[in-house]
Nanobody, 126 residues
């Protein structure tokens, strides 16, 4: 059984930084694409960033380009989301997700992912 556990969320002032981590257990992530999504109150879950199985390809939603960076450390079975220059509109619960199909590129659609964490809250104050 695959489990994904996010950590690193918290309260930060606008302009600050956070690094989210997503630790996987029950499966080695090295062959699988992973992604980050977020959901703000009253809004639908939206894609934030995706990384291919190899780490060689990444994709970001337009609103976070240049500010967020997704990376992976297969030796630690962990994916990260470095978030810089945070804005109040980045406030949301952030979820990581894993694609169960091996050797795929960076994926943008929630339906392409098979396993999800429970999320970590990020709150950016103005």
């Amino acid at each position: 059984q695959v489990q994904l556990v996010e950590s690193g969320g918290g309260l930060v002032q606008a302009g600050g930084s956070l690094r989210l981590s997503c630790a996987a257990s029950g499966r080695t992530i090295s062959r699988f694409a992973m992604g980050w999504f977020r959901q703000a109150p009253g809004k639908e879950r939206e894609f934030v960033a995706g990384i291919s199985w190899s780490g060689g390809s990444t994709y970001y939603t337009e609103s976070v380009k240049g500010r967020f960076a997704i990376s992976r450390d297969n030796a630690k079975n962990t994916v990260y989301l470095q978030m810089n220059s945070l804005k109040p509109e980045d406030t949301a619960v952030y979820y990581c997700a894993l694609d169960a199909n091996p050797f795929r590129g960076a994926l943008r659609e929630a339906t392409q992912y098979d396993y999800w964490g429970r999320g970590t809250q990020v709150t950016v104050s103005s």
